[in-house]
């Protein structure tokens, strides 16, 4: 299979290449900083932006939220099946 891609450079614009299971966690930052998030569950996500910011976000499932984050919470987090993509 061909990717006519591959030589260019990605921007966070563009769209995701991989995805990664979340287990929200109050210590510890993902081992990837995300272009996006998305759940399997409605509810509140606790984030820690990339710039450092912490603050609740409502995601919908079906919705891919579009945040450069660093970490998830498990406290204040609701929403369940959470994904990043990269």
């Known amino acids: ?4 891609f591959a030589s260019t450079s990605r921007s966070v ?4 290449v991989s995805i990664f299971e979340i287990t929200p ?7 990837h900083i995300t272009t996006a998030l998305n759940v399997a569950s409605p509810g ?3 984030v820690t ?6 603050s609740d976000v409502t995601i919908h499932p ?4 579009p ?3 660093r970490r998830v919470w498990r406290t204040g987090t609701t929403a369940t099946g959470i994904r990043g993509l990269t």
């Open 1 to 4: 299979m061909s990717d006519y």
């Open 13 to 16: 614009r563009d769209p995701a």
């Open 25 to 31: 966690d109050d210590a510890t930052d993902l081992q």
């Open 44 to 46: 509140t996500v606790r």
């Open 49 to 54: 932006t990339l710039e450092g910011d912490v």
């Open 62 to 65: 079906g919705h891919a939220m």
């Open 67 to 69: 945040l450069r984050v």
